[in-house]
C-alpha cells in the first residue's frame, strides 16, 4: 500500500493550489482521510480530516480557505487550498486509515509528502 501526493507548488499570496493524493495497492477499505502539514521551524500539525462518509474537520487557521474531498471509487483524497498565505508554506502529507485486503484492523499510512510554498 502507498500514498501518492501531487500538486504542490510555489504560488502567490492571495492564490490557490490543489493537492491530490492517490492510494494504491491491496486495499481493502480506507477510514479516515487527511493532510498534515509542517512548515519551516514547526510541528507538524493537522491540516483536515475527512471520514469514509464525508464528515469533515480542519484547522482553525485554515477554516473557510481549504477543503477536503475525497472520492471513494477512486481511493483518493483532495485538498483544495484558496486564499494562500506565507503562513501556509509547509511539506504537506497525505494521510489514510487503511484496511489492507485480508487484514481485520486498519493501519495509518503516510503519503512522500509535497511542498507548499507561498511567497511573493
Known amino acids: 500500500v502507498q500514498l501518492q501526493a501531487s500538486g504542490g507548488g510555489l504560488v502567490q499570496p492571495g492564490g490557490s493550489l490543489r493537492l491530490s493524493c492517490a492510494a494504491s495497492?491491496?486495499?481493502?477499505?480506507?477510514?479516515?482521510m487527511g493532510w498534515y502539514r509542517q512548515g519551516p521551524g514547526k510541528q507538524r500539525e493537522l491540516v483536515a480530516r475527512?471520514?469514509?462518509?464525508?464528515?469533515?474537520s480542519y484547522a482553525d487557521s485554515v477554516k473557510g480557505r481549504f477543503t477536503i474531498s475525497r472520492d471513494n471509487a477512486k481511493n483518493t483524497v483532495s485538498l483544495q487550498m484558496n486564499n494562500l498565505k506565507p503562513e501556509d508554506t509547509a511539506v504537506y502529507y497525505c494521510?489514510?486509515?487503511?484496511?489492507?485486503?485480508?487484514?481485520?484492523?486498519?493501519?495509518?499510512?503516510y503519503g512522500q509528502g509535497t511542498q507548499v510554498t507561498v511567497s511573493s
Open positions: 494521510t489514510a486509515d487503511i484496511v489492507r485486503t485480508g487484514w481485520v484492523r486498519a493501519y495509518n499510512y
Open positions: 495497492g491491496s486495499i481493502f477499505s480506507i477510514n479516515d
Open positions: 475527512i471520514t469514509s462518509s464525508g464528515n469533515t
